[in-house]
């Protein structure tokens, strides 16, 4: 949910995000140029507490993947509220969290161990 109170919810086929307004009544499509496989899949979001057009989210992929999946998986940011996405980390990542006082703190679980940011 974002700090304005609405909605987020990851899609698998076809991958995106929605953003529900009005309660979840009305769901618009925020994937914008965000890009990915058919096998992939929005495994996470996490929403800045003081902004809610800057939102990271989690692309994961299914099994048995290959790796042209594998290269779209990993972390996005968008700061205009999904209309262009940013891949910040490629790779496969079990988690994603952000600090809920803290937009800048984001925390992601990979298969090598915990990649910590703060700006």
């Not at 009544?25 to 990915?36: H, Y």
């Not at 290959?66 to 490629?90: I, K, P, Q, R, S």
């Amino acid at each position: 949910m974002t700090p304005d109170g609405d909605l987020l919810v990851g899609l698998t086929y076809p991958i995106g995000i929605a953003r529900g307004i009005d309660a979840g009544e009305s769901w618009v499509d925020i994937t914008g140029d965000m890009v990915s496989t058919g096998n992939n899949f929005i495994d996470r979001i996490a929403v800045d507490p003081a902004d809610p057009q800057h939102i990271y989210a989690l692309q994961s992929t299914g099994f048995p993947w290959n790796w042209d999946d594998v290269l779209f998986c990993g972390v996005y940011e968008t700061l205009d509220g999904g209309a262009h996405w940013e891949h910040l980390l490629m790779g496969m990542f079990g988690d994603l969290c952000m600090d809920p006082t803290d937009g800048d703190v984001l925390v992601a679980l990979s298969s090598s161990g915990i990649v910590l940011t703060r700006n």
